[in-house]
Nanobody
Framework: QVQLVESGGGLVQAGDSLRLSCAASGRTFSSYTVGWFRQAPGKERVFVAGISWTGDSTYYGASVKGRFTISRDNAKNTVELQMNSLKPEDTAVYYC?????????????????WGQGTQVTVSS
């Protein structure tokens, strides 16, 4: 089992950058595929970015590709999401999720562990 805690959210202006962090405790985080999801008020939770447990594959949602970058530091048990050129439509609660040695997938139901989320608000 692994416990996930997100941090780094906040209120920024359009065009600014934020760096979210997902810190893990418990089992060896290097064996977990990690995804970032977001949920805006009244909308479904959607996939943002993911990184394989091997670290050699990443995947991005169409709306963030080219602006967001996911990376992992297994020595620190963290996965980070660098978000650049933020837009008001990026406003949401951001969650990190993990599955043990799972495939890199956009399906939220395939992730077993979730953090509590961190709010990102982008003003225009």
């Amino acid at each position: 089992q692994v416990q996930l805690v997100e941090s780094g959210g906040g209120l920024v202006q359009a065009g600014d950058s934020l760096r979210l962090s997902c810190a893990a405790s418990g089992r060896t985080f290097s064996s977990y595929t990690v995804g970032w999801f977001r949920q805006a008020p009244g909308k479904e939770r959607v996939f943002v970015a993911g990184i394989s447990w091997t670290g050699d594959s990443t995947y991005y949602g169409a709306s963030v590709k080219g602006r967001f970058t996911i990376s992992r530091d297994n020595a620190k048990n963290t996965v980070e999401l660098q978000m650049n050129s933020l837009k008001p439509e990026d406003t949401a609660v951001y969650y990190c999720a993990a599955n043990y040695r799972g495939s890199l997938t956009t399906g939220s139901v395939l992730y077993d562990y979730w953090g509590q989320g961190t709010q990102v608000t982008v003003s225009s």
